[in-house]
């Protein structure tokens, strides 16, 4: 996924791969920040919100149902957003508790902006 961001990044500012910029100049020419940690920050945004759901919420509801096991085929399992999330966590060095506090979880979630 960033091999065509890049791409497209390069395609706004009129450079080529020839010009045989960095990719962290290009970004900062265009003033974005990587794509995957546009898509982490907003999966943390989601948890926290989720997690301030009441229990009985649909979306809380749908988080706890169980998958069966048994339907898989080949190949790796597919991950689920609940270990994702979890990676996500771990990486930034969040846990659950965090979260309680909207502004501190907030401030500790959004870290892709460039400037």
Not at 75 to 83: M, N, Q, S, V
Not at 96 to 107: H, L, M, N, S
Request: net charge positive.
């Amino acid at each position: 996924m960033s091999e065509a961001e890049m791409r497209m990044l390069r395609w706004m500012c009129g450079k080529t791969r020839r010009d045989r910029i960095r990719n962290e100049i290009v970004r900062e020419m265009v003033g974005v920040a990587p794509i995957e940690e546009k898509l982490s920050e907003n999966r943390l945004r989601w948890f926290g919100h989720v997690y301030h759901r009441p229990e009985d919420a649909a979306v809380k509801r749908a988080d706890r149902i169980v998958l069966d096991s048994n339907a898989t085929g080949r190949g790796r399992l597919k991950l689920t957003l609940d270990a994702v999330v979890r990676k996500d966590m771990s990486v930034l060095g969040l846990c659950e508790r965090v979260a309680i506090d909207r502004a501190q979880w907030r401030k500790m979630i959004h870290v892709a902006d460039p400037k």
